[in-house]
């Protein structure tokens, strides 16, 4: 077994994918891993959307004019949101959830990409979030956070380079180290 450590130098961000489908049980233990998230207060009030109809993917790549390729080749698109009337921190809970289905995406040998939607709008200036809502059938008043595309690599990308970690964001004490007592 892959330490934690490798697992999360060796993720990257996959966005060409293989036809071949995804194992249903690949897609229950990445599940089980977004709702092992934690959530502020344990209101765990995400919503999960699992799109891997073709047709339905296509147009669901239309939820913004770039950066949404992924989601045309993908087998599988998972739709992220929580609700804000029920936990004020609803883009952090969505968004640790999303990075659990990654990094046990990473785990089980898959690539997955992180899609933007919340604050994103289409080529005719809708937002993003009412187009996916409406394409899915979603209630109105859910806010989508992004789409997690997942599949069997199609590309290879070099693991994280450690010698290119931002250090110089990372302060001690005090921000500007001289003034530190
Ligand atoms: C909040 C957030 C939004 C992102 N939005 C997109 C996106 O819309 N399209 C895309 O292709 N990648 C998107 N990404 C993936 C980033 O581009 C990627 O994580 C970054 O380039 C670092 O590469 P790595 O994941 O391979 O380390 C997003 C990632 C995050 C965390």
């Known amino acids: 077994m892959k330490s934690f450590h490798d697992l999360i130098t060796e993720r990257r961000s996959i966005r060409r994918y293989t036809d071949r489908p995804i194992d249903a049980e690949d897609v229950r233990l990445i599940l ?3 709702m092992m998230a934690p959530t502020s207060k344990s209101t765990r009030s995400w919503q999960f959307v699992c ?4 047709e339905l993917l296509q147009r ?3 939820c913004k004019p770039a950066g949404a390729l992924p989601v045309k080749n993908c087998p599988l698109a998972i739709v992220v949101t929580a609700d804000p009337a029920k936990t004020d921190p609803w883009i952090e809970d969505a968004s640790i959830a999303a990075t659990y289905m990654q990094l046990q995406a990473a785990d089980l040998g ?3 990409c992180w899609i933007q939607v919340h604050g994103r709008q289409t080529a005719d200036g809708t937002p993003s979030d009412e187009f996916v809502t409406s394409l899915l059938g979603m209630p109105e008043e859910l806010p989508v956070l992004c789409i ?3 599949g069997h690599p199609a590309e290879e990308r070099k693991p994280q380079n450690l010698d290119k970690l931002t250090w110089e964001n ?3 004490n005090s921000w500007t ?3 530190a007592e």
């Open 177 to 179: 180290p001289d003034t």
């Open 32 to 34: 089980e891993a977004a």
């Open 148 to 150: 997690i595309t997942i």
């Open 110 to 112: 898959l690539g997955s």
């Open 51 to 54: 799109v891997d109809k073709p």
């Open 170 to 172: 990372v302060h001690i």
């Open 60 to 62: 669901l790549a239309d």
